[in-house]
């Protein structure tokens, strides 16, 4: 079978934001062109195995740091291999964006853009180590929303070191106020390797981590937005296809250092480390990777642990069933799951309880 | 050897006093061992008593020693345990010997427990040999301490001994004057054989090695031999001595210490304290024995995952091989299924005990709040014994209930008494006396044993900014108004939970524990009530809130692995929880109501 979905990493950022545990390259922008060119030698590499690509997802790092001219270059050797409407997403940090850049992504067929908010709070971008201003987030989106993108999308957090109630009502607001097609609004995890989670500073009262995200929901779908997966909201016909691709568990490719892989069974993670990665495509090599064979009762796990993150009920036709289905009724009666015909829903509270719900449904991981 | 030329001894000293230092000192200066090879503390040969310092087991250990009269001599140092729990396995090191060596710390001072051994030391007629250790550290204050020491063993200050087992300084006046004043054996090498048993042990290759010093005659490789209690006949396949390797001799003569491999495969068949003798030519008397070894403080011990349940049955019995004080019985309950209910000498015991089961043998254990036995009289006479809070009978068939008393006897500085005194009131303690000793004050108290096993001795040390010290001894049983306890999780009694209390303590007590159970047991997926209730009736409630959210965290292409990791870790902690009911309980629960290593006063 062929892959219809591609994700491109592009590494390159000004600096590491404390929350971040990605692969990024710091103060390594004379690489850039070297990176493009290794690319697109992993793409050839990669190539048949592509299908019509459906989606395609350029994410960081910071791929705007590429400028237009890379991104473009990109996306005309990507041509060729897209789907008639393919969903094409770029990521950007506002303060890296300007009218030029925009117009130039939105020309060579870009039809998503998704900007890296994570809040309007000064105090709190700053606690982030976020660059952009609040009024630089403002901008980009608007100048996206103006030039006709298709989809717009912005990514806040929750559970950001200092975040009080006012801070979350106050974001909310902004974003309600931008009208983006789109929100992810994430909880701060703590990575091990993120600065933050270094300094373990991060003591949220629990009482407000409880309500508050249940108040962003609330928010937002008072706003007409549709909690349509766990931490992703949309206006009708926004939802991202690619990510609609990674939670119903369809093959996937990622190109670039440290891209993760799912195809055929087997999920491949490309190393960290982008002279490596440089240097291995530019004698032809694949770069150095780590393979993860999946077993079937992985896959169902999986299916299930991505399945649920839907507001749409889970096919049991299509996801297998749980470990321990006795477990359902149990879970009905404490009012997080319905059971349909071959179908399994997790109620509103059940989202909210996800993990503890396939806990409960699965022996293992 | 000649009679004239052995001799026995063994050291007492408080925990960390230098006692194993000033062993391993006597091994060095005899060449006993070859430094190279030498672990330091040699004699704690066990893992788990390395790591905390302690001694556990009676060892005995043989050295040569040639001394300044020119003549060479055996020295066997029989080693004693330092910790009051193990009290009674210093009684039988001490009548194996003719004289002790009382190491205090030169700035610390006596401490209770030194004081109780080296009573029992001069009750067992042992010649003293006073040695103050760490006169280098600066806080030594050896003069007032050697003082207070020759008072205390009616002895001149002029003869305690100034030492560091550190540095190695006086460690040759020590030998000396062991050879000086310690008396050599007094048995008769011509009367029929006797040797008393100071303790045994089972290996699994060689079946039992009893540690024995022979009082009378002698015993050789092969010799037929009985022991008195028992009756069981029983034959010599080795003799030898610990130097400190197990070394065959071939012979053991009157006076001399050893081990004898029998090749039984029952440790009980070999009691310590039991006499040994010839067959051929028995002994009309055994020698006096010691006292019986009770167990004082109980506890269930469950698997975590019900399937290890015969494993735990295993370990116990080859625990049991070499600990005749370990006691155990099946038990089953309600909320943790199939287990043991284990009895203990005391609190350090049982931590043991459950330490060893856990790394040796890699079980995960659930321990009960530990609690002692009772005596229960119904109102149809019957006396019944209790050492589980379920088997306590309804209350309207109880007459009365009596619980074990123990009479502590607490070393304090002046300014502490009204802390101990306070304590110990608290406790439900009747005071006995209070006398001074050095520049402290020896406060008696008889208490509920019940009331020491909770965090008595952690509070002392608190209270007494660790100047306090302890040892207490069983005086018999005395009337209680007692009730017990009930816990209930989300509605449903948990019989491991239970507790049997003084009437008017419970209130308090269900007060603190369902506080502490609350702080315990994590948020589930549904709100836990947690309530304590005597007789039915309800006296204190708290509530674990039901959990609301999880971590609304991201998941794309490049997490998906990560996020199955993140659930394996969650399920992982599910999985070190006991299911009661429909309650996931996690393993400290069930210790809500004390810390067991502080009360056992050994952590730390």
């Known amino acids: 079978m062929s892959v219809r979905h591609l994700y491109v990493h592009l590494p390159f950022c000004v600096s590491r934001c404390g929350y971040c545990a990605f692969v990024v390259a710091v103060g390594a922008l004379d690489r850039r062109d070297a990176y493009l060119e290794a690319l697109l030698a992993e793409l050839e590499l990669e190539r048949s195995r592509l299908g019509p690509l459906e989606t395609v997802y350029l994410g960081g790092g910071t791929p705007t740091l590429m400028r237009a001219r890379r991104i473009v270059a990109l996306l005309e050797r990507l041509r060729p291999l897209l789907a008639d409407g393919a969903e094409i997403t770029v990521e950007a940090n506002p303060e890296t964006v300007d009218p030029d850049l925009l117009r130039a992504l939105y020309r060579a067929g870009v039809t998503r853009m998704s900007f890296g908010a994570q809040s309007f709070r000064p105090r709190l971008l700053s606690a982030l180590d976020r660059v952009a201003t609040p009024d630089q987030i403002r901008r980009a989106v608007l100048y996206a929303r103006g030039l006709g993108f298709a989809s717009v999308s912005v990514d806040m957090l929750l559970a950001i070191p200092g975040q009080t109630v006012e801070d979350l009502a106050a974001d909310l607001e902004e974003v309600v106020a931008l009208e983006p097609d789109h929100v992810s609004w994430y909880e701060l995890e703590l990575k091990p390797g993120s600065a933050l989670a270094a300094r373990g500073d991060l003591a949220l009262d629990a009482d407000f981590a409880e309500e508050a995200y249940a108040r962003v929901v609330e928010g937002l779908e008072a706003a007409g937005y549709r909690w349509y997966e766990i931490a992703n909201f949309a206006w009708p016909g926004h939802e991202c296809r690619h990510s609609l691709a990674y939670w119903t568990a369809r093959d996937y490719l990622g190109l670039g250092v440290g891209a993760v892989s799912t195809i055929d069974g087997v999920r491949r993670r490309n190393a960290a480390g982008l002279a490596r990665y440089i240097e291995a495509l530019g004698r032809g090599e694949a770069p150095p990777r780590t393979y993860e064979p999946l077993d079937e009762d992985t896959r169902r796990r999986e299916r299930w642990m991505l399945g649920t993150r839907l507001d749409r009920p889970l096919d049991l036709a299509w996801a297998g069933p749980p470990d321990r289905p006795e477990a359902i009724d149990r879970l009905a009666e404490l009012g997080l799951v319905t059971a349909g015909a071959g179908t399994v829903a997790l109620t509103r509270r059940g989202r909210f309880l996800q993990s503890s719900v396939l806990n409960e449904l699965m022996e293992a991981w | ?604």
Not at chain 2, 137 to 162: Q, S, T
Not at chain 2, 441 to 452: G, K, N, R
Not at chain 2, 502 to 529: M, N, S, W
Request: aromatic share 6%; proline share 6%.
């Open chain 2, 1 to 604: 050897m000649e009679q004239s030329r052995i001799r026995n001894f063994s050291i007492i000293a408080h925990i960390d006093h230098g006692k194993s230092t000033l062993a391993d000192r006597i091994l060095e200066a005899t060449e006993a061992i070859d430094e190279r090879e030498m672990r330091s503390q040699v004699l704690d040969s066990m893992d788990l008593e390395r790591e905390r310092g302690i001694t556990i087991k009676a060892q005995a250990v043989r050295v040569l020693y040639t001394a300044r009269d020119g003549q060479t001599y055996q020295l066997n140092l029989i080693d004693t345990p330092g910790h009051v729990d193990f009290s009674y396995e210093v009684s039988r090191s001490l009548a194996a010997c003719e004289g002790a060596l009382l190491v205090v710390d030169a700035s610390q001072g006596i401490q209770a427990q030194t004081l109780a051994n080296t009573y029992l030391a001069v009750e067992s007629d042992l010649e003293i040999v006073p040695v103050l250790n760490k006169i280098d550290l600066p806080a030594a204050d050896p003069d007032l301490h050697a003082r207070a020491v020759a008072e205390l063993i009616g002895d001149d200050p002029e003869r305690v001994l100034r030492i560091s087992a550190k540095t190695g300084l006086g460690i040759e006046e020590v030998l000396e004057a062991i050879v000086e004043r310690v008396p050599p054996p007094a048995g008769d090498p011509a009367a029929p054989p006797r040797a008393l048993i100071f303790d045994s042990v089972y290996d699994q290759y060689r079946g039992v090695v009893a540690f024995v010093r022979v009082v009378d005659g002698a015993f050789r490789r092969g010799d037929r031999m009985v022991a008195m209690q028992t009756g069981r006949s029983v034959t010599a396949e080795e003799i030898g001595v610990m130097t400190p390797a197990m070394t065959p001799t071939g012979s053991l003569a009157a006076g001399e210490s050893g081990y004898i491999i029998t090749g039984l495969k029952d440790i009980g068949d070999l009691r310590v304290g039991d006499t040994l003798t010839l067959a051929a030519s028995p002994a009309p008397e055994p020698l006096p024995g010691y006292r019986e070894v009770k167990p004082m403080v109980f506890c269930g011990l469950f698997p975590v995952d019900s399937d290890d349940y015969p494993e735990l049955r295993d370990a116990l019995e080859k625990l049991s091989l070499n600990d005749a004080s370990l006691q155990w019985e099946p038990e089953t309950s309600q909320a943790l299924g199939f287990g043991f209910r284990c009895g203990f000498l005391g609190l350090l015991h049982m931590d043991i005990v459950r330490e060893r089961l856990e790394r040796e043998y890699g079980l995960e254990l659930l321990a009960t709040t530990p609690n002692v036995e009772y005596r229960v009289t119904t109102k149809t006479g019957q006396v019944v014994t209790v050492r589980s809070p379920v088997e306590l009978p309804n209350p309207s068939a109880i007459e009365r209930v009596e619980e074990p008393y123990v009479r502590c006897t607490v070393l304090v500085p002046q300014d502490g008494v009204g802390a101990v005194m306070g304590l110990c009131q608290e406790r439900r303690g009747t005071f006995v006396t209070m006398e001074p000793i050095e520049q402290r004050q020896q406060i008696v108290y008889d208490l509920p044993l019940a009331e020491i096993v909770l965090d008595f001795y952690d509070q002392l040390k608190s209270r007494t900014s660790g100047y306090a010290s302890l040892d207490y001894e069983l005086v018999g049983y005395r009337e209680s108004p007692l009730v017990k306890l009930d816990i209930l999780l989300a509605g449903d009694p948990v019989d491991a939970l239970s507790l049997i209390v003084h009437r008017d303590h419970a209130y308090q007590r269900g007060k603190v524990l369902v506080e502490r159970l609350r702080e315990t047991i994590p948020r589930q997926l549904f709100e836990v009530p947690i309530q304590a209730a005597i007789g039915g009736k309800v006296i204190a409630r708290e509530t674990v809130k039901a959990r609301r959210k999880d971590v609304l965290a991201k998941c794309y292409g490049g997490d998906i692995t990560r996020k199955r990791k993140l659930l394996e870790r969650q399920k992982e902690g599910k999985k070190r929880m006991k299911q009661v009911g429909r309650v996931e309980v996690p393993q400290e629960a069930f210790l809500a109501v004390l810390e067991i290593g502080d009360a056992a006063g050994v952590r730390r």
